[in-house]
């Protein structure tokens, strides 16, 4: 998406396009179409936005993905790290009629998943070595409350010292369904 003006104006008319269709009931699917058809209606042709939309059923176990041009989430599985092998559609704001597709993941009891953003990559912020991090996190705190990975860890993982300015955007989500598979 960039930085600076116009690249917040287009992060404001996706999340409120997401955010619009999700209020409204929509699927994963719907929402992803609903803004990228915001996104070719509003924005200039060399526009466009990569997303990654997720919603986890926490009684199941099931993560849903809606990859849209987007860096595939990292799993933390038992200790170690790999990153999903979703298939990415067309990125928002490119094409009016595409269509895109739910891919379901099942997650086992204690799974990790960390949204990443390509902020993780670019200029220095690789230097966090988000793979070592998020593998060394020590186990996962108990669903209600008690102890588990050290917070300074995951703070840690947004940045590869203090004070960036970068747009890096970790996000961490752990299954603590106990009747998943």
Not at 11 to 16: C, H, Q, R, S, W
Not at 37 to 62: E, I, P, R, Y
Request: no cysteine; glycine share 12%.
């Amino acid at each position: 998406m960039g930085h600076g003006v116009a690249a917040a104006l287009l992060a404001t008319l996706v999340v409120g396009s997401l955010r619009n269709s999700r209020r409204g009931g929509a699927s994963l699917v719907e929402q992803a179409t609903n803004a990228n058809l915001a996104l070719v209606q509003h924005a200039n042709v060399d526009q466009f936005v990569t997303t990654q939309l997720l919603s986890v059923d926490f009684a199941t176990g099931v993560a849903s993905f809606v990859n849209a041009g987007h860096m595939n989430p990292l799993l933390v599985r038992g200790g170690k790290v790999a990153e999903l092998a979703l298939r990415a559609d067309l990125v928002l704001g490119v094409d009016a009629g595409r269509t895109y597709r739910q891919q379901d993941v099942q997650l086992q009891v204690d799974d990790r998943l960390a949204l990443v953003t390509d902020g993780m990559f670019e200029r220095d912020a690789a230097a966090a070595e988000i793979e070592i991090l998020l593998a060394t996190l020590g186990p996962p705190a108990p669903a209600r409350g008690g102890t588990g990975a050290d917070p300074a860890r995951v703070a840690r993982l947004g940045r590869s010292r203090p004070r960036r300015r970068d747009g890096v955007a970790p996000g961490l989500v752990r299954n603590h369904a106990r009747g998943a598979p």
